[in-house]
């Protein structure tokens, strides 16, 4: 994965903040946010062998709470 993708992931989080307004949703969403930074800005992290398992495992996280509805209050 390509720090621009990374950044992208992360653009995506700040998007979703903008309408989430529940606090766990929030929290996890800025934390997300945060990792996809950090590893944008740590490629030799991002592309470690042992650390594909997790990226796809918030990959997975990120698609999950991409699919859930905002809800607006």
């Known amino acids: 994965m390509g720090k621009s993708d990374l950044l992208a992931h992360a653009a995506e989080c700040e998007r979703a903040l903008q309408l989430v307004t529940e606090a766990e949703h929030r929290d996890v969403l800025q934390r997300l ?6 590893l944008a800005r740590e490629q030799s992290l991002a592309r470690d062998p042992e650390m594909q398992e997790d990226i796809a ?13 905002p809800t607006l209050h």
């Open 57 to 69: 495992a918030l990959q997975q996280l990120h698609a999950e709470l991409a699919s859930v509805q």
């Open 33 to 38: 946010r945060s990792v996809w930074l950090s």
